[in-house]
């Protein structure tokens, strides 16, 4: 596609076919979709630390994401994939803030240094690590360990990516998510990414989006629901996203 963008006229021409203005919100969607593309291969998410720990997260998903905590209070969090820990130090804060709740971390590997530094930081009594493969039965007995009745549990899938695992994450831990909460398959983005330097050819069909559609099909106890904004003073209504079709609410 060929964007002409005219500084002088404020417009945004698409083609030669369409013209837009600059500063209108179609125009902002379209080129916070191309921003998403070129930042993520330029490793902008690269860039961000919580507390100390590299997070490797774009800044409007830890915030759209901290109101949700916010306003859903979780007892438990759990995340697959933990590489630096940024994240976890972002939920333990969060739920220190709240006054309680505990994280739980899963990952296939967690490197001694990284796990050195998430135990020797200081919100890690908050934060339990578990190492193995995220889906196995063995692994997720140990998760449900941690979760009491009637605790409030919100499930965020952050490991590998390719289709096959996600749907088997999704399997695996979605019977653990409190009805009117979310499990999060993240970085649905990889399928717009396909065609950027960085990304791979097969990322267009092999991707979290397509384990959620297929899981979503034989699971109609969740629904794709992206949390509303709390507030919100302009006509804008979509996120600025690496996680789209990421959000599966279970319904009361």
């Known amino acids: 596609?060929?964007?002409v963008i005219d500084t002088q006229e404020m417009s945004f021409d698409i083609e030669g076919q369409k013209k837009l203005d600059l500063y209108g919100k179609e125009a902002f969607e379209m080129l916070s979709d191309l921003w998403l593309k070129t930042s993520w291969n330029q490793k902008y998410p690269y860039t961000f630390t919580w507390l100390g720990r590299p997070i490797i997260q774009h800044p409007e998903d830890m915030i759209r994401l901290?109101?949700?905590i916010y306003?859903?209070?979780p007892d438990v969090i759990i995340e697959t994939g933990v590489a630096h820990g940024g994240s976890l130090i972002f939920y333990a804060n969060l739920l220190q803030a709240l006054g309680?709740?505990?994280?739980?971390g899963v990952d296939i590997e967690i490197r001694p240094h990284n796990r050195k530094a998430i135990e020797d930081h200081e919100l890690s009594p908050l934060i339990k690590l578990i190492e193995g493969d995220s889906?196995?039965?063995e692994i997720v007995k140990k998760v449900e360990g941690f979760i009491k009745p009637n605790d409030t549990v919100l499930v965020l899938l952050d490991s590998d990516h390719s289709k096959a695992h996600v749907a088997r994450e999704l399997e695996a831990y979605c019977h653990l998510v409190s009805p009117g909460s979310y499990i999060v398959a993240t970085d649905g983005i990889m399928y717009m990414l396909h065609d950027v330097p960085r990304g791979k050819p097969h990322w267009k069909?092999?991707?979290p989006v397509a384990a959620v559609e297929e899981f979503l099909q034989k699971h109609p106890e969740f629904s794709e629901e992206t949390p509303a904004w709390s507030f919100n003073e302009s006509e804008l209504n979509k996120n600025i996203t690496a996680w789209p079709k990421a959000w599966l609410r279970r319904k009361k």
Do not use: F, S
């Open 1 to 3: 596609m060929k964007i």
């Open 66 to 68: 901290q109101e949700l």
């Open 71 to 73: 306003t859903l209070k």
């Open 100 to 104: 309680k709740g505990i994280v739980i």
């Open 135 to 137: 889906a196995a039965p």
């Open 205 to 207: 069909d092999d991707n």
